[in-house]
């Protein structure tokens, strides 16, 4: 099946340019849940780049160990702990977000896999789920079915065959991806290279994006990324669509200056701006 190409002309379908009269308060807000001892810089980085992508308020829910760092990496982003000190145990908030991503840094303790069920069973809002809430959900697939139709999972090669098994070639890995996205409604990211979004019989392919991006902490930032925009009221597509290609294009304008090496994730929150700003034609060249 031919793919959609994911370049300027196809995100100019799905880009909005932000109102003159918005607000914090209409922008979006909202909440990346995730974090255990050692990996709070996955929520860092994942909360930063969720504000730079352009949503209103940010929240993060972290285990308390995370406290301290968040607050003062991150000052504009609001901070709510579980319980437990080193992991997620019980997910509970009182806002009201228009987006959650759920994942990064989560970690896959016991109490953090019953934490994710609950939450899951009364889970109304927009959602991606990345990284360690997908291996939770590899490890019970009986939960699948508990996903809201048009939830997005970014999953990496691995963690996607935890989720739909092996493949033997690229052909078969997608054709099992549409049957897993028509089962349960979902939206895949599957990332890689080239990046690939399925929508039930629909496939698009990204056209951004270049070796520098195989560093720690770039699927974070990535889950950051569409949080942000689905909390922004971009449709579940739209959003997916227009995440991955602005993540990757922010790894194109740097590699002038960084190279694939010295290129780290904390970079692609840094050129967001230069990329939005490629999308309405001002060339960040010379800004
Ligand atoms: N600074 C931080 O706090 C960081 C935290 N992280 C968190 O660490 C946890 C574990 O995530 P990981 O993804 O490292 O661990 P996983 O065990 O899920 O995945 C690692 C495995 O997947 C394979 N893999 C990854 N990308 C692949 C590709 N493109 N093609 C083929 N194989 C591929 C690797 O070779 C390795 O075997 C997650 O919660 C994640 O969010 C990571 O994102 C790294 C940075
Ligand atoms: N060689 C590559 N070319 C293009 N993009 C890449 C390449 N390697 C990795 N990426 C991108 O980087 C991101 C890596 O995500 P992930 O493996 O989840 O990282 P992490 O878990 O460390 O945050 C994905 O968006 C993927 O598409
Ligand atoms: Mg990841």
Redesign the pocket.
Known sequence: MNPIYIDQKEILKHYKQPDKYTHKGIQGHAIIIGGSYG????VTLSSKACLKTGCGLVTVFIPKCGYDILQISIPEVMVVTDNQEKFISNITFDIKPQAIGI????GLEIETQQAVYKFLKINKTSLVID??AL?ILSKNKEWLPLLLPKTIITP????LERLIGKWNSEEEKIDKAITFSKQYHLIIVMK?APTRIIDEDTIYENTTGNAALAT??S??VLTGMITSLLAQSYEPISAAILGVYLHGLTADIALPETGYQSFIASDIITNIGKAYLSLENKDWNFL
């Open positions: 990996k709070i810089g996955a994942g990064p840094g989560l990284a360690d291996n990496h090669p691995k963690e890689g720690a902490g699927g974070d």
